[in-house]
């Protein structure tokens, strides 16, 4: 496996992992936290979220598509975490309903930006003859990471709550828009004409 591959599993590793920490709790935090919190403002929640991506995600790769070379598949993957970590910052300081609604429009954003490019850089330096078996080791360690997360974020909302959680799913959204720095030379030495194999992913 090369390097641009290991680098860019492991970015969405930490990605997958940081927010498998508090999928499986978040209408907990919602109903527990919010003011006027209950089960509607999780469905919208979640609505907002799906829609965004949906609006976004088709306009995002096209624009990728237009801009031959990787550098802004680049930055579209590291900028896209960051909003995402935002995102999680602000749920650390939100109160109200319209609060949890607009973050969850900037971390749907900050998500599309990232399923946008990401699978353009990874398909454009899989291995040769090793196709499956890169894919295939990208999707065991995210479950992996994101099984293993779960359980434990139900351990620190528990017993640190959850802003102790939120702090270090930041950290890991940030990990994982720092760990694409380690390949940017190989990945954005040449900006040339490349043919994009549209794939999809699940986060």
């Excluded at 492991?10 to 935090?29: E, K, Q, R, T, W």
């Excluded at 909003?83 to 749907?108: E, K, R």
């Excluded at 090793?130 to 434990?152: M, P, Q, V, Y």
Aim: charged share 15%; net charge positive; with cysteine.
């Amino acid at each position: 496996m090369n390097k641009v591959i290991k680098f860019l599993i492991f970015s969405d590793v930490a990605l997958a992992s940081g927010f498998g920490f508090i999928n499986p709790i978040f209408a907990i935090f919602l109903t527990e936290r919010i003011k006027g919190g209950n089960i509607e403002v999780v469905g919208y929640a979640a609505a907002i979220y799906w829609i965004v991506i949906s609006l976004t995600v088709v306009p995002f790769g096209k624009y990728l598509d237009m801009n031959h070379g990787e550098k802004d598949d680049f930055w579209f993957i590291v900028i896209g975490n960051v909003l995402a970590a935002l995102a999680v910052l602000g749920y650390i300081f939100s109160y109200l309903p319209w609060h949890i609604y607009l973050l969850q429009a900037t971390f749907s954003l900050g998500m599309s930006m990232n399923i946008s490019a990401y699978p353009a850089i990874f398909t454009r330096h899989i291995d040769k003859n090793k196709e499956s078996f890169d894919w295939s080791t990208r999707a065991a360690l995210i479950g992996i990471g994101t099984g293993t997360a779960g359980a434990l974020g139900g351990i620190v909302a528990n017993r640190f709550g959850f802003n102790t959680l939120f702090i270090g799913i930041i950290i890991f959204v940030l990990i994982s828009a720092l760990l694409p720095f380690f390949i940017y030379k190989k990945i954005c030495s040449k900006d040339v004409k490349i043919l994009r194999i549209p794939l999809g992913k699940n986060v």
